[in-house]
């Protein structure tokens, strides 16, 4: 681990920061700056309306998806550590490829935009990462971000510059995207040996409440995930409110059904870190559609439906018959949800709801955009497996998986203290200190 | 409950609150008061100052938390710090840098002054981190403000620096600050290592989500005051992706410098951030991204290189014990950051040759005249520090939050 890992990573950002200098530049806007009546515009577009958008989008990625999979408990270091590192060389890398489709002589221009296109990049490799979190090393992970992104962005780009379909909060292109590329990964690097599960595979009350954290800041900020690149303010502003609704109407349909699939009626933490932010993964295609706030809570109470139904009932049957072991649950809350997204976005332009004035988008199309996306992320998710199972990559062994320590230094004396709250052995506070 | 071991604050830590509070409302109601013209224009950076006040609350509050018994002290003694540090640097900031005549003027941008001034105290108390009680953290913020906010003033007045970036000069002042003052808590049980020094899962997680904070929001505490928009884009852009930078190499020089190649959550909390330090000068004049990208890669190498090392050569040499590690995080690359400023700067204007000599000199300057001004303000607060009066704790109560926090149940896990 430690040359292969630090030298790849190192040689990656090398490479990086070549590829930088020869082709990024800032965007020109040096003529226009001076012109003071086009001020204002300029500086609503890069200095204030879009970095309060840029800076919620970052909050996601970085605390929301980190902390959303903290609730291993002995997987804490590498769910925050890992997901910190695929984010950082993922959005200089979705700069790279995602530019390259815009290329102006010869030259990627960016600009606060393209900054929030290349975290949006990242969450596809994250969610991805949520279906094989555990099982394997961050010298795969560095592989298959810089594959897994530069397939999104073809895909990307097939589904909003040919097929001309709309996506604004990225359903399919991020959400579906991220899931079954995830699903086709885990597939192929399925463990026969971990069929029984794994002892670690399990939750502590504690990592629990660390994974809500990261629920509660992507719940919190999704609005502005879904609303970040809505062409018009107004736009915006309607793919803000309908987010908003489904995603309550989500919450509640989870807490409820969660209560209602479990015995003697408990809630399932594991269906409120989830369930409750399907809303928000459903609502993404159509989000700047007219679909009235009413369409959006009947998406969202679906999301939230569908969500737990496939917690409580698909993730097992996933696990044992079709040899895909999801370990956060991604399928129910990306990949379901995501799907959902693109088929109400068919509904929606079938039922032809209006987007901006009169113009609507053709079925036909969402529905291209939805079976590319899941085609292609599923062949470039088992393309991609097949290249991390290569065995120089360091695939820890199966008695290793859910586990920080074979990454990490961690703080040795507390290790088998993780997870006893209430453990009444331990006693040596009060010893030492009363 | 630890009271009858450690002493008891009651007696002057609400005394010296209350007697601070009163002094700042009644300064405030007679001197102060808001700025009645251009306010939307102040507005504009709201959202920027709302995360510069998340990166010195939560941000510096949580990275701090990672000892495992002294959780409580490092967020909420951050939380009265800052609070009270702000209060006195808009104070400072009033009577130094405004008008003489009539009221002083509030405005957003010199709150956000403020808030940016306060981290200095903030980075020094990572390195009395456990080792200073509140009344302690009090006086040496007073006493840090003051200092740098007049070493700012002599920056600014004298020398001629542009405000933004002698606003930034803050880490390296903060750094040199705390690491002078812990020469004087020095204990020589402190080199070898303490049960209670060490952090455990549960409290490298909550430093987790402290340093993720200050990751993100970096891009803002660097851009908040500038006012011209290409630059504020180019300062914004620029830290993005230095940030990127020196968290994928804080990853692979963890590895790469441990012995069987695991990483470090101490170095993830360290050398991730190095990148913003680094580029706080010269952020809003880096033309290209690479530049930035160069700057955050060398930062991170200083950070992880300096935590190797230092620790474990310099400090035990010079006795300073700084508990967070601030020389390499915030001290070195801040340094990095000037230096890269200055040769930047030669790079700029290599046109105008004959006149450089002396613009050149000024820039260098300034940051020693910062790192001075911190050495020395440092060292006399530190001694200031060790009076008895203060109720200073025994080295074997360090590092705990029992001294200072009525406990829940003497909570299991701590």
């Not at chain 1, 609005?223 to 809505?230: D, H, L």
């Not at chain 1, 109470?301 to 072991?325: D, E, Q, R, Y």
């Amino acid at each position: 681990m430690r040359f292969k890992f630090s030298l790849l990573a190192i040689f990656l950002e090398a490479l990086i920061i070549v590829l930088f200098g020869i082709f990024v530049r800032y965007q020109e806007d040096q003529r226009i700056t001076n012109r003071v009546n086009i001020h204002k515009t300029i500086l609503k577009s890069f200095g204030y309306e879009m970095n309060q958008i840029f800076q919620d989008v970052h909050v996601m990625i970085f605390v929301g998806f980190g902390f959303l999979m903290t609730f291993l408990k002995k997987y804490g270091f590498s769910s925050v550590g890992i997901n910190m590192l695929i984010a950082a060389l993922g959005l200089q890398w979705g700069t790279l490829v995602q530019g390259f489709w815009h290329m102006k002589e010869q030259k990627i221009h960016i600009n606060v935009k393209s900054m929030i296109n290349a975290d949006f990049s990242t969450a596809t490799v994250l969610i991805s990462f949520g279906a094989l979190l555990g099982k394997t090393s961050p010298v795969q992970m560095l592989i298959m971000t810089i594959l897994e992104i530069a397939i999104f962005s073809c895909n990307e780009h097939l589904v909003v510059n040919v097929l001309r379909a709309t996506d604004t909060g990225a359903s399919m292109t991020i959400h579906a995207f991220g899931a079954y590329f995830g699903l086709a990964a885990a597939r192929v690097l399925y463990r026969s040996g971990l069929k029984e599960g794994h002892k670690n595979e399990k939750s502590a009350y504690h990592s629990d409440i660390f994974a809500m954290i990261g629920t509660l800041f992507l719940w919190l900020f999704w609005p502005s995930f879904n609303s970040a690149i809505a062409e018009t303010e107004y736009l915006q502003q309607r793919a803000v409110i309908n987010t908003y609704f489904s995603m309550a109407a989500c919450t509640l349909t989870a807490f409820a059904l969660s209560s209602l699939v479990e015995h003697r009626g408990k809630l399932d933490m594991v269906h409120i870190q989830n369930a409750t932010l399907a809303g928000g993964v459903a609502i993404g295609s159509c989000a700047d559609m007219d679909i009235y706030p009413f369409g959006a809570m009947l998406i969202g109470s679906i999301a939230g439906f569908v969500s737990v139904i496939g917690f409580k009932f698909l993730t097992p049957f996933c696990s044992s018959k079709l040899k895909i072991h999801d370990t956060c649950g991604v399928h129910n809350l990306h990949g379901l949800p995501g799907f959902l997204g693109g088929l109400a976005s068919i509904i929606a332009a079938a039922a032809h709801v209006r987007l901006k004035g009169t113009d609507s988008p053709s079925a036909p199309m969402q529905a291209a955009a939805l079976g590319c996306t899941i085609g292609i992320a599923l062949v470039g998710g088992a393309i991609t497996g097949l290249i991390l199972k290569l065995p120089f990559l360091g695939q820890a062994p199966d008695e290793n998986c859910y586990d920080d320590s074979v990454y990490w230094e961690v703080p040795e004396e507390e290790t088998h203290l993780v997870g006893q709250f209430s453990d009444s052995e331990d006693h040596r506070t009060i010893n030492v200190n009363v | 409950m630890g009271s009858e071991y450690s002493p008891s604050l009651r007696s002057g830590l609400p005394g010296l609150i209350f007697i601070l509070e009163t002094a700042f409302i009644l300064i405030f109601y007679f001197c102060f008061s808001y700025e009645c013209q251009s306010q939307s224009e102040d507005l504009t950076i709201y959202p920027a100052f709302q995360d510069v006040s998340v990166m010195v609350i939560l941000g510096f509050g949580f990275l701090l938390a990672f000892l495992k018994r002294y959780g409580f002290s490092s967020t909420g003694f951050n939380l009265l710090i800052a609070t009270l540090g702000i209060q006195w640097a808009l104070l400072m900031e009033g009577f130094l840098f405004s008008s003489p005549s009539g009221k002083v003027k509030i405005s957003l941008p010199s709150v956000a002054k403020a808030t940016i001034s306060v981290t200095a105290v903030l980075i020094s108390a990572g390195a009395l981190l456990g080792k200073a009680n509140p009344i302690q953290l009090i006086w040496m913020a007073m006493v840090e403000v003051a200092a740098f906010s007049a070493s700012r003033w002599i920056n600014v007045q004298f020398l001629k620096v542009e405000e933004h970036t002698s606003l930034m000069h803050v880490h390296i002042f903060g750094t040199y600050f705390g690491l002078a003052a812990s020469w004087w808590l020095y204990h020589s049980s402190l080199s070898k290592g303490v049960d209670k020094k060490k952090a455990n899962p549960l409290s490298e997680l909550f430093s987790m989500l402290g340093t993720l904070f200050l990751w993100m929001f970096w891009p803002s505490f660097n851009s908040v005051l500038i006012v011209d928009v290409t630059e504020k884009r180019n300062a914004i852009s620029n830290t993005y992706y230095a940030m990127g930078v020196s968290a994928v190499a804080a990853f692979a020089l963890s590895a790469l410098s441990s012995r069987d190649g695991k990483i470090q959550m101490i170095h993830i909390h360290q050398a991730t951030l190095a990148g913003g330090v680094a580029l706080g000068f010269s952020a809003p004049f880096i033309p290209y991204p690479w530049i930035a990208m160069i700057l955050g890669l060398l930062a991170s190498n200083i950070a992880v290189l300096g935590s190797r090392c230092l620790e474990i050569y310099l400090n035990p040499v010079l006795k300073i014990h700084d508990t967070c590690g601030i020389h390499y995080t915030f001290g070195l690359p801040g340094l990095l950051g000037a230096i890269a400023n200055v040769i930047l700067f030669i790079i700029i204007k290599w046109a105008s040759l004959s006149s450089l000599g002396y613009p050149v000199l000024i820039e260098v300057g300034s940051f020693m005249l910062t790192t001075a001004i911190g050495l020395g303000a440092g060292f006399i607060t530190g001694f200031f520090l060790t009076f008895k009066l203060w109720k200073t704790l025994p080295a074997s109560k360090y590092f705990d939050d029992q001294a200072y926090w009525e406990f829940p149940h003497l909570a299991h896990g701590f």
